[in-house]
């Protein structure tokens, strides 16, 4: 979707940039596959991410921003549940779906919500 942005921040910006950096040279397409799991691979420590979407229409901008304080390993282990129930209430044909062809958007709004230690903020 041409005007949808989406990014993920780390609690190191030092790391955010180094990333950034990576991507934007390509270096990314240099490293081998083992290199680039060992630089994502978890520390044990669940780092505090943030999962950035940024809509952009001619007239306005809105950001909404989604942080679990227990760490991203967490927010991720929680989504895949949520997609798992709704898979399992409603069939779905064989194929690859893609969330918000499974949700509706404020009922996954709510049930993320519903987790104490998601934050989800909306910048207008």
Known sequence: IPTIETRTTYSSKFVTWLLYMFQITGAFHILSSNIKKKMFA????????????????????????????????????????????????????????FSHQIHEPTTFVENLLSKKSIEVLINE
Request: glycine share 8%; proline share 0%; aromatic share 6%.
């Open 42 to 97: 978890s520390n044990g420590t669940g780092d505090r991410t943030i999962f950035e979407i940024v809509i952009k229409t001619k007239n306005t901008s809105q950001k909404i921003s989604i942080q679990n304080s227990t760490g991203q390993a967490d927010l991720t282990a929680f989504a895949t549940v949520l997609h798992i129930e709704q898979l399992l209430k409603n069939e779905q044909g064989t194929g690859v779906y």
